[in-house]
C-alpha cells in the first residue's frame, strides 16, 4: 500500500459546482496534512493545511481531515476554470521534523 | 518577502557529467529540502537540510549529494548523470524549528540529461 494515494483523475466538474478531491494515508501516526496545487509546469502551492480533525474552511476551499479512517480530503466551492489543476495531498508523519510524503496528485478540470 | 529561488531554472547535461543546483530558502527559513518530481514517480523527496546538516535523507543512490550553507542558502549536487535523472528538481524552505512546519516551493530546475 502507497503511503499516500490520491485518485490520478482527472476529475472533470462544470463551472461553478464543488470539486471534491480526496487523499488516503497508511500511517496512523501521520500529524499534520497539505494540499498543494501545481499549474502545468509550475512548482506545487501551498493552499491549505490541516492538524486536527474536523473541517478547516479558507475562502473557496475546505479541507476535511478524518484521522480515524485515514482520509483527508480538500473541497473547492464555486469551481471556476482557473482551478484546472493538479492538486498533490503531503502528510507529514509523527514529528514535523519528517519529510513531507507527497501523493500523485488528482488532476481536476473545470468546464466553462 | 522574498519566496524560494532557484538558479539555474533549466538546465542541459549530457551523460556522466555532473551538476551542482542552488536554492536560497525566504528569509528566516532554516530547512530546506529538494525533491525530485518525474512524470511516472511524482515528487520524491531527495533529502534535508537543517542548520547546515542533513536531517533527512530519501532513497536515492550516493550520486546525489547536498549541503547547506551558514546563510540557510543550500546546494545540491547530482555526480555522473544517467538520462533517468532528467527532472524538475524542487526545493522547498520552512521554518523547521519543529512542530507543524508548512513549506514553500521555489520554481524549481528543470534538469534534461541527453
Known amino acids: 500500500q502507497k503511503e499516500v494515494e490520491q485518485n490520478s483523475g482527472p476529475l472533470s466538474v462544470p463551472e461553478g459546482a464543488i470539486a471534491s478531491l480526496n487523499c488516503t494515508y497508511s500511517d496512523r501516526g501521520s500529524q499534520s496534512f497539505f494540499w498543494y496545487r501545481q499549474y502545468s509546469g509550475k512548482s506545487p502551492e501551498l493552499i491549505m493545511f490541516i492538524y486536527s480533525n474536523g473541517d478547516k474552511e479558507d475562502g473557496r476551499f475546505t479541507a476535511q481531515l478524518n484521522k480515524a479512517s485515514q482520509y483527508v480530503s480538500l473541497l473547492i466551492r464555486d469551481s471556476q476554470p482557473s482551478d484546472s489543476a493538479t492538486y498533490l495531498c503531503?502528510?507529514?508523519?509523527?514529528?514535523?521534523?519528517?519529510?513531507?510524503?507527497f501523493g500523485k496528485g488528482t488532476r481536476l478540470s473545470v468546464i466553462a | 518577502k522574498a519566496g524560494v529561488t532557484q538558479t539555474p531554472r533549466y538546465l542541459i547535461k549530457t551523460r556522466g557529467q555532473q551538476v551542482t543546483l542552488s536554492c536560497s530558502p525566504i528569509s528566516g527559513h532554516r530547512s530546506v529540502s529538494w525533491y525530485q518530481q518525474t512524470p511516472g514517480q511524482g515528487l520524491q523527496f531527495l533529502f534535508e537540510?537543517?542548520?547546515?546538516?542533513?536531517?533527512n535523507k530519501g532513497n536515492f543512490p550516493g550520486r546525489f549529494s547536498g549541503r547547506q550553507f551558514s546563510n540557510s542558502r543550500s546546494e545540491m549536487n547530482v555526480s555522473t548523470l544517467e538520462l533517468g535523472d532528467s527532472a524538475l528538481y524542487l526545493c522547498a524552505s520552512s521554518r523547521g524549528g519543529g512542530g507543524y512546519n508548512e513549506q514553500f516551493f521555489g520554481p524549481g530546475t528543470r534538469l534534461t540529461v541527453l
Open positions: 503531503a502528510v507529514i508523519r509523527n514529528s514535523g521534523n519528517t519529510p513531507l510524503v
Open positions: 537540510y537543517f542548520s547546515e546538516t542533513q536531517r
